[in-house]
């Protein structure tokens, strides 16, 4: 009933940016906190960062300063702006939206399948 769908990731050099976005289609009535996760081979799943609705941001150590969250309303469309990336970097990275559906008034959270991002010389 709802997708997310991620694009923009590859294969980048250290130092190097890449922007990634995340679109989500169904029957929304309206998304709540969007978010980035990424899981390193062999390691946990992460927070990236995050967006509320109202715009207000959330971002890990590792990543502050480096990226930037934004999110088109208009759209549904959330996008995480990778700047100096670094080789510890290297993630798939997962789009997550919590979203309230037509049909009812809760609200349910949702992945994205993941995009690959390779940060390597």
């Known amino acids: 009933q709802v997708q997310l769908v991620e694009s923009g990731g590859g294969l980048v050099q250290p130092g190097g940016s890449l922007s990634l976005s995340c679109a989500v289609s169904?029957?929304?009535?309206?998304?709540?906190?969007m978010a980035w996760f990424r899981r390193a081979p062999g390691s946990q799943r992460e927070l990236v960062a995050s967006i509320g609705s109202n715009g207000r941001t959330d971002f890990a150590d590792a990543v502050r300063d480096r990226f930037t969250i934004s999110r088109d309303n208009d759209k549904n469309t959330v996008y995480l702006r990778m700047n100096s990336l670094k080789p510890e970097d290297t993630a798939v990275y997962f789009c997550?939206?919590?979203?309230?559906?037509?049909?009812?008034?809760?609200?349910?959270?949702?992945w994205g399948q993941g995009t690959q991002v390779t940060v390597s010389s």
């Open positions: 997550n939206a919590d979203v309230r559906l037509t049909i009812d008034s809760k609200i349910y959270e949702y």
């Open positions: 169904g029957n929304i009535f309206r998304i709540y906190t």
